[in-house]
Nanobody, 122 residues
């Protein structure tokens, strides 16, 4: 069992930066693939970034070169550094974990956090 708690969301002006954190409990974190997803008002939840247990990462085209995902297995944490934020990045951001290889499809993830709100003003 893995429990996930996101933090770091807030209100920021366009062009600004935020760093999201996801704290995980459970002994299987270091062998879990981790993902960040987001859901904007009126839209479906979508993949943002993911990282394998070995540290390989993948990003949605909309955030490439602006967002960076990282993990610290010693701290059971995964981070999402977001820069050059745009109003269209406004969403609730969710952390998710799955046992096994990294994938982008949401149903493959076993555990989800409650989400943290990110609002980018223009």
């Amino acid at each position: 069992q893995v429990q996930l708690v996101e933090s770091g969301g807030g209100l920021v002006q366009a062009g600004g930066s935020l760093r999201l954190a996801c704290a995980a409990s459970g002994r299987t974190f270091s062998s879990s693939a981790m993902g960040w997803f987001r859901q904007a008002p009126g839209k479906e939840r979508e993949f943002v970034a993911g990282i394998s247990w070995r540290g390989g990462s993948e990003y949605a085209d909309s955030v490439k070169s602006r967002f960076t995902i990282s993990r610290d297995n010693a701290k059971n944490a995964v981070y999402l550094q977001m820069t050059i934020l745009k109003p269209e990045d406004t969403a609730v951001y969710y952390c998710a974990a799955r046992k096994g290889p990294f994938v982008t499809n949401q149903p493959a993830y076993d555990y989800w956090g409650q989400g943290t709100q990110v609002t980018v003003s223009s």
